[in-house]
DNA sequence: GCAAAATAATACATCAAGGTAGTATTTATG
DNA sequence: CATAAATACTACCTTGATGTATTATTTTGC
């Protein structure tokens, strides 16, 4: 029940830009901030301007900001882009097999939570993590 | 939100194991009923054994048993002795500076989610997935 | 007591995630 | 237009999880 490292970067770094969503934030300062590897670091930011999250301006005094409304970033478009949503849904048990409701425990234990826990990351936008977040 | 791979291979198993709880099953029996490489499978069959849910029998009609009541063997238990529970308490951002409620709005977020979970795997017994599972 | 059937142990191979380094490209500004 | 400051790209390294192969050990039953 956690998401892998990229992942927990990406939310590292939007939820830190999302303090001032207008400003131009450079990968050495996102780099400092949040002790996240320079080289590693751009790759994600690359592919998360890619995904239309973050915009990339190159040159002196570039940067990355914001490409849309952090009203509009939901966090499973967060995980979905990085690591993909899939495996969020699909059977705890790995069995590809089988995809059925009431066929197994499991299902039926975990089912409803997991549904909770998706629907939770559906809704909550980047704005909803902001005020309170000690993330800086 | 998932397990790893050998953390679903010992519920197989152990869910497999469960259905005929007095039964000595050979770790060639499982490896072909399941599909799970029979080396690897006969190393988390010895760690089980470990740690105390299975024992081995060794030579000729050898073969693993449980090594106590299924009623007493909770899904957390499991994961415990594979991959560690701690993963499943801990800050879902890794930042492991902290680890207050209410300081970010993740933690009051999912807190109460993960709680469910956690909860839900450390009431649940192998015997309580018995009779619905479809795992053959 | 020997052969067959099982587990145990050890060492090595493979693969993907994550991490690192070096070079190329773009752009603002003096 | 040259330089500095930034991102983009590409190739390689490291590590941990997973997979495979080989050999050793134990036990049963003829
Ligand atoms: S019924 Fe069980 S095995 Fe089938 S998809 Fe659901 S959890 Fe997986
Ligand atoms: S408050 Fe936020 S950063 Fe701190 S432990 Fe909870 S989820 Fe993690």
Same mark, same amino acid.
């Given at each position: 029940? &956690?998401?892998?490292? $990229?992942?927990?970067?990406?939310?590292?770094?939007?939820?830190?830009? %999302?303090?001032?969503?207008?400003?131009?934030? $450079?990968?050495?300062?996102?780099?400092?901030? @949040? &002790?996240?590897?320079?080289?590693?670091?751009?790759?994600?930011?690359?592919? @998360? %301007?890619? +995904?239309? !999250?973050?915009?990339?301006?190159? =040159? *002196? &005094?570039? =940067?990355?900001?914001? +490409?849309?409304?952090? *009203?509009?970033? !939901?966090? %499973?478009?967060? #995980?979905? +882009?990085?690591?993909? @949503?899939? *495996? !969020?849904? %699909?059977?705890? /048990?790995? &069995?590809?097999?089988?995809?059925?409701? =009431?066929?197994?425990? !499991?299902?039926? +234990?975990? =089912?409803? #939570? *997991?549904?909770?826990? $998706?629907?939770? /990351?559906?809704?909550?936008?980047?704005?909803?993590?902001?005020?309170?977040?000690?993330? $800086?």
């Amino acid at each position: 029940m &956690n998401f892998n490292k $990229t992942t927990t970067y990406a939310f590292k770094v939007l939820i830190l830009m %999302s303090h001032n969503d207008q400003l131009d934030y $450079t990968s050495t300062y996102l780099s400092e901030k @949040l &002790n996240i590897q320079m080289q590693y670091l751009r790759r994600l930011l690359t592919d @998360l %301007s890619k +995904a239309g !999250f973050i915009q990339s301006k190159r =040159g *002196k &005094n570039g =940067g990355f900001v914001f +490409a849309k409304s952090i *009203k509009n970033i !939901f966090l %499973s478009d967060i #995980i979905d +882009a990085v690591e993909g @949503l899939e *495996k !969020f849904n %699909s059977c705890m /048990l790995e &069995n590809h097999d089988c995809n059925k409701e =009431g066929k197994c425990s !499991f299902h039926d +234990a975990f =089912g409803e #939570i *997991k549904n909770k826990m $998706t629907d939770a /990351l559906k809704t909550t936008t980047l704005f909803d993590l902001k005020e309170k977040s000690i993330i $800086t």
